[in-house]
């Protein structure tokens, strides 16, 4: 089974362009995952059949949201983190809105695990979203995914706007401090780790060189001067049937490029 995960930024966009049919041909998934798809499901007629479609998308028009795409129809599809981990956590937004109506997250229920897919928000330039970020956002998804590991194991995938380590951007000595690489935001991802979910990435590929988002400007991406911040975790009780974690830097069409996760029958 495949599972991939893209952020398009912009589905109409790729779709109008002719490339999200032959992402979806070289990939041969079984579940996609979709960032900042900035549409609702209305607004786009996607270019592939075979799937069971299922869409989160912002209240507010043109922004952030996410969909799964399934071959398999899942058990349940729920939008949103739970009130639980929103009350828990006072995930009530800041002065750039609320995280909780802009279809950050969107998890299905399969007969083996749960996967859910995550649009992190953005610390923003001037770190004006870092303490939502810290404070709110990060604890209650880590609560959200650690209740549905009760039930079944959990893969959690998407954008996680943040390069975990040094390895994970070209140039971290002069982006420490900046948004996706704050000590606050890397200390979150490290809580998924130390509670026991597992970056599959590097179950397989170690040291630097290796990104999924570039910026349009300097011919970054030609230059592979980039950040690795799209990631698939999963529960420990997954972990022996991962057998291929990857990153498709030559898919375009966005600014990211597809991340995917390979697991044995």
Same mark, same amino acid.
């Given at each position: 089974m495949r599972l991939v995960s893209w952020n398009v930024n912009g589905i109409r966009a790729v779709s109008k362009k002719g490339l999200f049919a032959p992402f979806v041909e070289e990939l041969n998934p079984d579940i996609i995952c979709?960032?900042?798809?900035?549409?609702q499901q209305a607004q786009c007629e996607i270019d592939v059949a075979g799937y069971a479609e299922h869409w989160s998308s912002a209240e507010k028009k043109g922004y952030s949201g996410t969909a799964i795409f399934s071959r398999v129809e899942?058990? !349940?599809?729920?939008?949103?983190?739970?009130?639980?981990?929103?009350?828990?956590?006072?995930?009530?937004?800041?002065?750039?809105?609320?995280?909780? !109506?802009?279809?950050?997250?969107l998890s299905a229920e399969f007969d083996?695990?749960?996967?859910?897919?995550?649009?992190t928000p953005n610390a923003k330039e001037d770190l004006g979203r870092l303490s939502l970020r810290h404070v709110q956002w990060d604890p209650a998804f880590l609560h959200h995914v650690k209740e549905l590991e009760v039930i079944k194991? $959990?893969?959690f995938c998407g954008d996680l706007n943040v390069a975990h380590t040094s390895d994970d951007l070209a140039n971290p000595k002069t982006n420490v401090g900046r948004k996706g690489f704050t000590s606050e935001?890397?200390?979150g991802f490290?809580?998924?780790?130390?509670?026991?979910? $597992?970056?599959?990435?590097?179950?397989?590929?170690?040291?630097?060189?290796?990104? !999924?988002?570039?910026?349009?400007?300097?011919?970054?991406r030609e230059r592979n001067i980039g950040w690795?911040?799209?990631?698939?975790?999963?529960?420990?009780?997954?972990?022996?049937?991962?057998?291929?974690?990857?990153?498709?830097?030559?898919?375009?069409g966005s600014d990211h490029c597809p991340v995917s996760l390979t697991l044995s029958d």
């Open positions: 979709l960032q900042e798809t900035k549409a899942p058990l !349940t599809v729920t939008p949103g983190l739970p009130d639980a981990s929103i009350t828990k956590f006072g995930v009530v937004g800041d002065q750039f809105g609320n995280p909780n !109506t802009e279809g950050r997250v083996d695990f749960f996967v859910v897919n995550v649009y194991p $959990v893969i935001e890397r200390a490290q809580n998924y780790l130390d509670a026991g979910f $597992v970056d599959t990435f590097r179950l397989f590929h170690q040291g630097n060189g290796q990104y !999924t988002w570039w910026s349009h400007f300097a011919n970054a690795r911040i799209d990631y698939f975790l999963v529960s420990p009780a997954l972990v022996e049937r991962v057998i291929a974690a990857d990153i498709h830097p030559d898919i375009l």
